[in-house]
């Protein structure tokens, strides 16, 4: 059993006497009557002086007027005395004045004192009203002005980020700009390499080379000294100059070489880098040991422009091997031609 089941009784028996208790104490407490009610006067007898004995009050006393100050006269005639007139009654006695008692209403006094303070105390309550809305409203303004502040802190740092944003996004426009410029250089650079290359294979870069024997070339080939080298029945736009050997090529590839008066020991086969089709001509120097010591693809004759195959035929003419020829020149220039077909 819990403690309020225990005292249940006592609990319900101690709140209604309570509340009874409060309700008498607010419907039977005193309370002061307002308007105050005024005070009675009190009446006090007239009076000339502190002592005094007797029920009625006594008539007062007319003043009698100072006599006049004596004025000099002339002396007049003497004249016989009057005759003596008939005798008169007495005057009567005069009535009393009504006395008026003089009081004293400290009633209106009350009410004006009261109805004073009324109004004092309603001025009061009035000021401290407009003192209570005159302190609302400088609340109002100062949260208005920093919710204000806060807005223009807010578009500010919004519009920082946005220019933050639009300078990353033109840095990052101007890099792509200028890598897509360094590849297009690059890529000219290249191409006119190329070309360079395959125009200037054989004839020093003249355009003459390139013709049917109409150019200012004076000389043509692959060995030393200079000299038109091929045969008569040739074609001016071939890549060999003179008989070479062939043989079956790696994946359906063909290899041919022109060097005059040597024969081929070892022809490696290029790897296959692509899927294109065409040649690569190789013009290689060939000592008199029959060592290639330099290869340059890209010679007349090319009909592939990929670098892979470039690179792939330059290693192979380097790993070629001709043959012994103590009366050949001490280094005999000519060409390693690789031919790349699909199976």
């Known amino acids: 059993m819990t403690y309020f089941e225990q005292h249940k009784k006592g609990i319900i028996g101690t709140a209604v006497f309570h509340i009874i208790v409060l309700l008498l104490l607010i419907f039977m407490g005193f309370f002061t009557p307002l308007p105050l009610p005024g005070e009675e006067g009190i009446l006090v007898n007239f009076g000339t002086s502190n002592q005094g004995l007797g029920d009625v009050e006594p008539s007062p006393q007319r003043r009698q007027p100072d006599p006049p100050p004596p004025t000099r006269s002339e002396p007049e005639p003497a004249t016989p005395p009057p005759p003596v007139p008939a005798a008169t009654p007495p005057a009567a006695q005069p009535k009393p004045a009504e006395e008026v008692a003089m009081t004293q209403d400290y009633e209106e006094t009350a009410a004006i004192d009261a109805a004073e303070k009324k109004r004092q105390e309603e001025a009061e309550r009035q000021r401290k009203l ?87 070339s004076q000389s043509q080939g692959a060995t030393f000294p200079g000299g038109n080298q091929g045969v008569p029945t040739g074609d001016p736009n071939a890549g060999t100059y003179g008989p070479g050997g062939s043989g079956s090529g790696n994946q359906g590839s063909g290899i041919s070489y022109s060097l005059a008066g040597r024969s081929a020991r070892s022809l490696p086969k290029p790897v296959y880098p692509g899927n294109d089709e065409g040649v690569v001509v190789v013009k290689v120097t060939v000592d008199k040991n029959g060592n290639v010591t330099a290869a340059e693809p890209g010679s007349r004759g090319t009909t592939i422009m990929d670098q892979r195959f470039w690179n792939e035929a330059r290693q192979a003419a380097l790993k070629a091997k001709f043959n012994v020829a103590e009366s050949a020149p001490a280094f005999q220039q000519g060409t390693i031609s690789y031919r790349f077909r699909l199976n």
């Open 130 to 216: 407009e003192e209570q809305r005159r302190r609302e409203q400088q609340l109002a303004q100062q949260k208005e002005a920093e919710a204000e502040r806060q807005r223009k802190a807010e578009i500010e740092r919004q519009r920082q980020v946005e220019l933050e944003r639009q300078k990353q996004a033109e840095l990052e426009r101007q890099r792509q700009a200028e890598l897509e410029r360094q590849k297009h250089e690059e890529e000219q650079r290249r191409i006119a390499e190329i070309n360079s290359r395959a125009q200037g294979a054989f004839g020093g870069g003249n355009s003459g080379t390139e013709g049917q024997g109409t150019g200012a």
